[in-house]
């Protein structure tokens, strides 16, 4: 790693991120443009992302399972919508052992159409119904313009196929995804998202409501990171996915799916970071507590050595890293560890053994502020309460951020302003025309529509028509 200072948020926030995932080791760029290698560091982030996500689908239900990678291309044709959607972004695979296939096959980007053909098959009865199934998979879409975690051209994720018996079943189905993936961005990551409905124009190729969580990113920029689909019958219909109600009489299924992608880390990055790098939230940090000791000479490392080994072990509850290299000065691993967004760092130098205690300091709070002695008696609870207070604090600076950036302008001509520096929060008809003249006039694009609604209706921002609901504008990434 470089010594160089890194990129200022403020000045550059683009090379920022870049810089970031590459000097904290997240990611790095593969041969083929486009796609990205997960470093052991990002994957890390990944695999607790997986674990606090599959322990809330199984608490609902849910059970894994594993679809193939290759899709025939038939499938995709089946839905008119989907296949509308996805055909600029597919990878086909049309030759296989050296000869040319009687049908190609592509690279699946999503999966509803083979879940469907199997749903098909295994789904008979009502008493097969609700069919509740997750899978953790790669997928394809050949994006032209690529960011690492962002877009990439493959990417990992989960996909979450449900078959229901009633409409409402899967409407509730679609929205309990939906807060599942709220409570998670909020109670996990920190990042205070908004969920809502995403409009006819943003919606998944082949759904009948498709939608989103919403985050601000630290340049104000929005970042779609979740979705849940209610596909109504249209992929029912397009499979044959059938069952035998009560009475004996054949119905179509109702089915939704819902993703998150590794995506999410591009929200962690730029929700939380700063000028000296990442900031991870504390559930999601594969190390929770870095100890750097200090020593100048051999009598001292061996009395420090052995209290940082003690303080490891006391912390074993905890995600925990000795740093004890040799090579490099305890200066050096402090801003390598803030980089590297680390929540808490531990010293431990001759003086800390005398008095049995340690120093602590927060990452979220930087310089003297963000330190405090502590007693080793007293250690695992000071981390325990720690670490709970440092997710608090950067989802309450990540709210506060985000609520000064969303304005109501009064009219279009604010709403353009207000687009350069944040989000906008408005009255609109729900025509695609205000929609397209909004994307025309400033790149920005409806972002989700809430739930909740205020009672009194208003003025289309666009066209002063009258407008029932209210909508997120903003420039997205
Ligand atoms: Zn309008």
């Known amino acids: ?54 322990d809330r689908f199984k608490a609902s239900g849910h059970v894994n399972a594993a679809f ?15 296949v509308k959607g996805f055909s600029p ?37 009502y008493r097969d119904l609700p069919v509740l199934i997750n899978q953790w998979a790669n997928v394809v879409r050949w994006e032209m313009r690529t960011r690492l975690f962002l877009r990439t051209l493959e990417f990992y994720w989960q996909e979450g196929h449900t078959a229901h018996a009633t409409e409402k079943e899967g409407q509730d189905e679609t929205l309990r995804m939906l807060n599942t993936y709220a409570d998670f961005a909020i109670n996990e990551a920190a990042i205070p998202v908004i969920p809502g409905r995403k409009s006819e124009s943003e919606k998944f190729a082949g759904a009948v409501h498709s939608f989103s969580i919403e985050a601000m990113m630290g340049d104000t920029r929005a970042l779609q990171s979740g979705t849940s ?23 179509y299924c109702w089915t939704t799916s819902w993703g998150l992608s590794t995506r999410i880390i591009g929200a962690i990055i730029m929700a939380h970071g700063d000028d000296q790098g990442l ?54 691993k402090f801003n390598e560890w803030e980089l590297r967004g680390v929540p808490l760092r531990i010293e431990i130098g001759p003086k800390d053994v005398a008095k049995n205690s340690v120093m602590i300091a927060r990452r979220d709070i930087p310089g003297r502020e963000g330190k405090s002695p502590v007693e080793l008696a007293q250690l695992t609870e000071e ?52 929609e397209q003249k909004i994307k025309e006039d400033t790149k920005a694009t409806t972002r989700c529509i809430p739930l909740d609604q205020p009672a009194k209706t208003g003025k289309c921002i666009v066209c002063g028509k009258p407008a029932t609901e209210k909508v997120y504008i903003a420039r997205a990434y």
Not at 91 to 120: D, N, Q
Not at 308 to 329: I, Y
Not at 390 to 411: G, M, Q, S, W, Y
């Open 1 to 54: 790693m470089d010594n160089e200072k890194l990129p200022r948020r403020s000045e550059n926030f683009s090379e920022w991120y870049n810089q970031v995932i590459q000097r904290a080791e997240l990611a790095d760029y593969a041969p083929v443009r486009g796609c990205m290698v997960v470093r052991p560091y990002g994957w890390a982030i990944w695999e607790n992302i997986q674990k606090a996500l599959d």
């Open 68 to 82: 193939p990678l290759l899709i025939p291309m038939s499938f995709l044709e089946k839905e008119k919508e989907h």
């Open 229 to 251: 689909h209610n596909l109504g019958q249209n992929f029912a219909r397009a499979f044959d996915i059938q069952y035998l109600d009560q009475n004996n009489e054949l119905q």
């Open 279 to 332: 900031v991870l939230p504390p559930r999601l940090a594969p190390i929770q507590v870095v100890i750097v000791p200090i020593f100048h000479d051999d009598n001292e490392k061996s009395a420090v050595l052995s209290m940082a080994e003690k303080v490891k072990q006391q912390l074993s509850d905890f995600r925990v890293k000795l740093d004890d290299r040799t090579e490099m000065t305890p200066g050096f």
């Open 383 to 434: 981390i325990s309460s720690l670490l709970q207070k440092i997710h608090v604090n950067l989802l309450e600076k990540a709210t506060a951020f985000r609520d000064a950036h969303i304005f109501d302008p009064f009219d279009y001509q604010e709403l353009a302003k207000v687009l350069e520096n944040g989000w906008a929060y408005s009255y609109w008809c729900g025509s695609s025309e205000c």
């Open 89 to 125: 972004e597919l990878a086909i695979v049309t030759i296989g052992g050296g000869e040319t296939l009687e049908e190609p096959l592509v690279i699946r980007p999503t999966s509803e159409t083979i879940i469907g053909h199997m749903y098909a098959k295994w789904i008979k009865s």
